[in-house]
C-alpha cells in the first residue's frame, strides 16, 4: 500500500507480490492500457515486491502499439519508451529519491 501523506509518500515494508494473481487479475480485466500501466508501475518496484522479468515480458506483450499517460496529458510530460507511456516527473523523482535513501 502507497499512503499519501500531506505532499509526499510513505513507502512501508514491501511484501512478496504473488505473480500468478496479478496475472490473473490483470487477464480478468484484459486491457491494454492496464497492462502497460501497471507493468510500468510495478517495474518500479521489482526489486522489493521481488517480481520475474517473465511478469514484465508478459506485460509488455499485452500492451499493444499504443502510446498512452499515465495520468492527464498536460501532467505527464515524460516520455518512458520501454512501455510506451508518458509519466509525470515528479513521481520518477519520488521513486528516485526513494530508492537513493535506502
Same mark, same amino acid.
Given at each position: 500500500m502507497l499512503v499519501v501523506s500531506s505532499n509526499y509518500f510513505v513507502f512501508p515494508r514491501f511484501h512478496v507480490v504473488? $505473480?500468478?494473481? /496479478?496475472?490473473?487479475? !490483470? =487477464?480478468?480485466? $484484459?486491457?491494454?492500457? !492496464? +497492462? &502497460?500501466?501497471?507493468?510500468?508501475? /510495478? =517495474?518500479?518496484? &521489482?526489486? &522489493? /515486491?521481488?517480481l520475474s522479468d517473465n511478469f514484465f515480458e508478459l506485460c509488455r506483450e499485452r500492451t499493444g502499439k499504443s502510446v498512452r499517460y499515465l495520468t492527464d496529458k498536460y501532467e505527464s510530460d515524460v516520455y518512458i519508451? @520501454?512501455?510506451? !507511456? +508518458?509519466?509525470? &516527473? +515528479?513521481?520518477? =523523482?519520488?521513486?528516485?529519491? +526513494?530508492? @537513493?535513501?535506502?
Open positions: 504473488h $505473480e500468478d494473481k /496479478l496475472i490473473r487479475y !490483470l =487477464s480478468l480485466y $484484459e486491457k491494454k492500457a !492496464l +497492462y &502497460q500501466r501497471a507493468g510500468f508501475i /510495478l =517495474s518500479r518496484l &521489482q526489486k &522489493q /515486491l521481488h519508451p @520501454e512501455w510506451k !507511456l +508518458y509519466v509525470p &516527473q +515528479y513521481l520518477l =523523482s519520488l521513486t528516485k529519491y +526513494y530508492y @537513493e535513501t535506502k
